[in-house]
């Protein structure tokens, strides 16, 4: 059973224009939440979070909503820019020490001049 | 700057052969992981440790075991590697101190291929 699910395997967008990437999750317990982008030939690298508790956290260019009834996340890019295109992955942290995370498939942005 | 290293980006082994793949952190984090990346199956966790010499399974341990014998050290051993287990393996460190969000740091992955 897929706790964490991306289901939009890649997603195209022009330059200048919002990205918006989804995600959903079937655990009721998990309560924080982290997007991680991934370029080819290199490791996930953390971009933003946010918990329960918060339906908007942004930084910068990147928000990401959450919709808690709903088991709904979405990162918004705004504007797009090409060296946006990378892997995003969404996460759902189990909040304990050991802090065992549950990812998502991943979705692919390409990002067109 | 922080880091996590690996210490092989690519590696090619036969069947049957016993691998080990290194992970070594330097920033005293508590939690070390192991991950395998496959296309349209994201990141699958298979092993971490919150602890030196303590180790937990992950979603698909089988056919795999890890070594922590030292606070920045995680090894992931492949004890008769298959051609299923050909992937890209990723290692990540987390600090305890990041609960309960726990960012997590990756280093750049291996890409082992078995024939």
């Known amino acids: 059973d897929q706790q964490v699910k991306q289901n939009s395997p890649s997603l195209s967008v022009q330059e200048g224009r919002i990205s918006i990437l989804n995600c959903d999750y079937t655990?009721?317990?998990?309560?924080?939440f982290l997007w991680y982008k991934k370029y080819p030939a290199e490791g996930p690298t953390f971009l933003i979070s946010?918990?329960?508790?918060?339906d908007k956290n942004e930084d910068g260019r990147f928000t990401v909503f959450l919709n808690k009834s709903a088991k709904h996340l979405s990162l918004h890019i705004v504007p797009s820019q090409p060296g946006d295109s990378a892997v995003y992955f969404c996460?759902?942290?189990?909040?304990?020490?050991?802090?065992?995370?549950?990812f998502g498939d991943g979705t692919t942005l390409t990002v067109k001049p | 700057d922080v880091k996590v290293t690996q210490s092989s980006r690519y590696l090619v082994k036969r069947t049957g052969e016993k691998v080990f793949l290194e992970c070594v952190q330097d920033?005293?984090?508590?939690?070390m992981f192991w991950y395998r990346q496959d296309p349209g199956l994201g990141l699958r966790l298979i092993y971490f440790s919150y602890d030196v010499k303590m180790k937990e399974k992950g979603d698909i341990p089988e056919g795999y075991s890890v070594s922590r014998e030292k606070k920045e050290r995680f090894s992931l051993i492949l004890e008769s590697a298959s051609t299923n287990q050909t992937s890209m393996y990723l290692c990540?460190?987390?600090?305890?101190?990041?609960?309960?969000?726990?960012?997590?740091?990756f280093g750049p992955g291996t890409r082992l291929t078995v024939l």
């Open positions: 946010i918990s329960s508790i918060k």
């Open positions: 920033m005293d984090h508590e939690n």
């Open positions: 655990n009721s317990m998990f309560d924080y």
């Open positions: 990540a460190s987390s600090s305890q101190l990041a609960v309960p969000y726990n960012e997590q740091f």
């Open positions: 996460a759902a942290s189990d909040g304990t020490n050991a802090g065992k995370s549950t």
